[in-house]
């Protein structure tokens, strides 16, 4: 086993275990189970114990891990928190056997390594909070950063199905690594390895279909559907929460997938797109920020230098990218 082979098996293994216990925590939603972030956006037990277990699996799988993760423990430490401390516990043990909360709260921590170096992972728990809270989608999204390039990313999507027809399996997970394609997993399987997944192949941009957040906060959709119009889509959008957008595009079921910033001053951070952003690549498809440049990993916990993304199939990258720039120029004005 070489090791790329390695932090595959590891990063699948430790994603898995995170989506099982996101599902328990899904199924089970309690008030206490939830917590107000600094920007007001509702996270979650499931947050806390998916960072605790993927830390942990990662650190025992290959030691020396650096882990850049969107959570850390503070809140949790605090007297007021000690009932949802204890949740976060209880669910961690279910995955990984009887643990001490201070140990649970010490694996949270190992995510809060400085997005620098040459070598880290970068974590999202839990993207797509809101439709996690819904009881919709949402993904657990780990990827591997090397000297600012994203070489390794796995989605899990715990409510997307796995496959197609009768023998399709609830919940789905997507890898990919530079240079040898993408493929989905099924939640439950075991192994590394899943079945390849490509882009749809289309001539024109007429016959694409938008995939865009539920959540009309997280991108201009006015002006996506000003997009669509001027590339003469005529079907509706394929709406779905979280990186579980790039799972679509990477299999097929939507072909261009627009996220235009809201706020001049907004940037992206990392763990929202490095996965499924090498998915996306490495299905055939294309992904930029919305000025056509290459997404810059290489910035610290933000995409500093980007603004936006387009991901598509492919072969209409430029002619979506020549639109979006003259329907944001208009919008200037």
């Known amino acids: 086993m070489t090791e790329r082979d390695a932090e595959l098996a590891a990063a699948v ?9 996101c599902i328990a925590v899904q199924r089970k939603l309690v008030g206490v189970e939830t917590l107000e972030k600094h920007d007001k956006s509702p996270v979650t037990v499931a ?13 025992a799988a290959l030691p020396g891990t650096r882990v850049v993760g969107e ?7 605090a007297p007021d928190q000690a009932p949802l401390a204890a949740a976060v516990a209880e669910r961690v043990g279910e995955q990984v056997g009887e643990t ?20 880290y992972w970068t974590l999202d728990p839990i993207d797509g909070t809101k439709g996690f809270l819904r009881g919709e989608q949402y993904a ?31 919940g789905a997970v997507f890898s990919a690594v530079e240079g040898r394609g993408a493929e989905v997993l099924a939640l439950e399987g075991v192994g590394p390895r899943g079945q390849p997944i490509q882009v749809t192949r289309l001539s024109s941009p007429a016959e694409a279909r938008f995939c865009e957040s539920v959540e009309s906060g997280h991108s201009n959709q006015d002006e996506s559907a000003r997009i669509a119009e001027q590339l003469g889509i005529t079907r509706g959008p394929y709406r779905i929460d979280s990186q579980c957008k790039y799972a679509a595009i ?4 939507a072909q261009i997938y627009l996220r235009m910033p809201t706020r001049k001053d907004y940037r992206e951070k990392i763990w929202d797109h490095a996965a499924g952003k090498l998915v996306v690549e490495c299905a055939g498809g294309r992904v930029t920020d919305a000025e056509g440049r290459a997404l810059d990993f290489a910035q610290g916990r933000t995409l500093e230098h980007n603004r936006g993304v387009v991901a598509t199939c492919g072969p209409i990258h430029d002619e ?11 919008s200037a004005r």
Not at 49 to 58: E, P
Not at 71 to 77: F, G
Not at 250 to 253: C, S
């Open 100 to 119: 001490e909360l201070e140990q649970v709260l010490d694996w949270i921590d190992l995510g809060g390594a400085d997005a620098s170096g040459d070598r």
């Open 320 to 330: 979506v990218l020549e639109v979006v720039a003259r329907v944001r120029a208009a």
């Open 13 to 21: 293994d430790a994603v898995r275990a995170a989506s099982r216990v």
């Open 71 to 77: 959570e850390d423990s503070a809140a949790l430490r």
């Open 250 to 253: 990477a299999r097929g079921d």
């Open 47 to 59: 947050d806390f114990a998916s960072q605790a277990i993927v830390c942990r699996m990662l650190a």
């Open 140 to 170: 657990v999204a780990l990827a591997l950063i090397e000297q600012g390039q994203v070489v390794l990313g796995v989605l899990g999507c715990p409510n997307l199905m796995a496959g197609g027809g009768a023998e399709a399996a609830a």
